[in-house]
Every structure is written in C-alpha cells, then in structure tokens.
C-alpha cells in the first residue's frame, strides 16, 4: 500500500473515532445555553456510556431554573438507570409550587417509581408556606449546657462554619463539602428560617462558652409532624472530648420533653464507626441498611438508619 494513502487513512481512522467521541453538537448546545461543560468532560461521558442528551438537557434546564444542579450528579443518578427528565421537571415544579424537594429527595422518589410530577401536583401546599402566612411561626430554642450554647445558625457564623466543614479528610462522611465561602452563604441562605416545620431542614450551631467560637453545627430535618432526623458535624479541634455527645443529649432532650416528638432517626455511612459508636451510646438501635441507596458527590454508596423512639429515652 503506498504511503500517502496508508497516511490519509490514519488521518480519516483518527477524525472518525475524534467525531465520534465527541457529540459537538450538543457541546455547541451547552455553551449557547450557558452550561460550562469541556470536551475532556463530554469525551468522558462518551466513554462510560451515560445518557448524554439527558444530561445536557436536565442540566440546561437546571441552569435556567437555578436549581443548582451538577454534571456529576446527573451522570450519576442517569449511569443507576433514573429518570433525570422526571427528577429535573419535578423539582422545577417543586420550586414552582413552594414545595422544598432536594435532589436526593428527588432521586430517591424517582428510583421508587414515583412520578414526581404528579406527586407535586397532588402534595398540599407547603407547611412552612402556610405557618409563615398565618403567623403561626415557632423560633429556634437556645439551648445550654455546661460547655457551650446552642442556637440556630447565622449568616455572620460563615467563616467560622466554612473552616471546619470544608476540611475533606475529616468529613469524608458528610454529603456536603464548600469548596468557597460562596458555597457556604447559599447554604445558609436555604435553611428553613422557621423551626419545627414538616418536611424542612434546620441548622443549629454549637457555640464553646469560653472561646465563644462556632464549634460545630447540628442538622435537624422535620420529616413530619412526629419524625425527625438529625446529623452532627464537630470541627476536628474538638472531636474526642464528648463535646458531639453533649450536644447531642441536651437536643433529644428538648426534642422529646418539650416538642413531644414520637422519633427520632440519624442515617450514617457504615463506614463512619465513630457515629455509629456515638449514637448507639445514646440508645439508638440500628433498624435499617440501604445498599447503595444515597448518591454522595457522585458516588453511590450504602446508608444505616438508626432510630429511637421517646418511650426509649431516659
């Protein structure tokens, strides 16, 4: 074969698989849309297989929504065989309505066959929603133990916040890591701004009396008018000294005596023995494994549920 001709069909061999790895047209499709996508990222979606279309599109939709979604976590949810169309529309009509639906909420609903659409539709408004336009508001307690305070969580604890939770290593558990303090402000920004709401998240923080410095911070989400589920994050600094514990215990306490709530559920990583240890101290059982049940920053991973019920608690 002569030369020239073995050259040009290296050439059109390397432009095939080139074209074919990389779909231009829907990368000209995210950049006209405002989504920042590379080639490498799209080269990389082509390989592991996942559904391309689906994820430009949801992630334009996302964008014009400002749902805040990710590539990453699109792929991830699309790679386990979900709906991304169902979830992505969903919560944009979630939004809509005033309804809060997380992305993992959503995720969750869809891989149990849940239509989200019509689950919007049919789901009454918002609690939080009608409590605020009635004035039936209830703000958070301070709570006080022998080394620190507990009160809900400000915009001014930002930089404090940021410090300790956007250490990697030591919160490789956790489901949310800011990378910038941008990414901690959104984060306060979205905290329900009304306590003991059905079906909302709020954040508490841990104040060290004698430094009088945010220590760490502790989630509760109200999952019904009875049901709640907590999580804790400790700044490193002061891990070991029984300071989660504390704040822990002084919490359930005010949970079950003053709110009068029926039980109260922490979902760990398995992995993450530390509070798994810590909880069963407390009297938690375990009731629950999910294998591969929670989508963290892209990886599928398994979940414990431990719960305890008030009749439980001394």
Not at 15 to 41: C, D, K, Q, R
Request: hydrophobic residues 45%; negative net charge; proline residues 2%.
């Amino acid at each position: 074969m002569d030369s020239t001709v073995f050259f040009y069909i290296i050439i059109a061999a390397f432009a095939f698989l080139f074209l074919y790895y990389v779909p231009w047209l829907l990368w000209i499709v995210t950049l006209v849309s405002g989504v920042n996508i590379s080639l490498t990222e799209m080269v990389l979606m082509r390989i592991r297989k996942s559904p391309m279309s689906q994820i430009v599109k949801g992630l334009i939709e996302s964008h014009k929504a400002n749902l805040g979604l990710k590539r990453e976590e699109l792929e991830a949810f699309g790679l386990a065989d979900g709906n991304i169309e169902n979830v992505v529309h969903g919560m944009i009509k979630a939004k809509q309505s005033g309804l809060k639906l997380s992305f993992q909420e959503a995720c969750q609903a869809d891989l149990n066959g849940v239509d989200l659409l019509q689950m919007v539709k049919e789901k009454p408004v918002n609690t939080q929603v009608t409590l605020l336009a009635t004035g039936e508001t209830m703000e958070a307690p301070q709570l006080e133990t022998q080394r620190f305070i507990i009160r809900a969580i400000e915009l001014t604890d930002k930089e404090a916040l940021f410090a300790y939770r956007s250490d990697a290593i030591t919160n490789q558990y956790q489901g949310w890591i800011p990378k910038t303090l941008s990414d901690v402000e959104a984060f306060i920004s979205k905290i329900s701004t009304t306590f003991n709401v059905p079906d909302t998240w709020f954040q508490l923080a841990i104040i060290e009396k004698e430094s009088e410095q945010l220590i760490g911070d502790l989630g509760i989400h109200f999952i019904d008018e009875e049901q709640l589920e907590f999580g804790c994050t400790l700044s490193k600094d002061f891990q070991g000294k029984g300071y989660a514990r504390e704040a822990i215990q002084v919490l359930i306490n005010y949970l079950f005596k003053e709110l009068d709530k029926h039980r109260i559920i922490a979902s760990i990583d398995p992995a993450n023995k530390a509070s798994i240890k810590l909880v069963e101290h407390l009297g938690f059982r375990k009731e629950a494994h999910f294998v591969e049940s929670i989508c963290i920053n892209g990886q599928w991973v398994d979940d414990v549920i431990y719960a305890l019920l008030k009749r439980e608690w001394s």
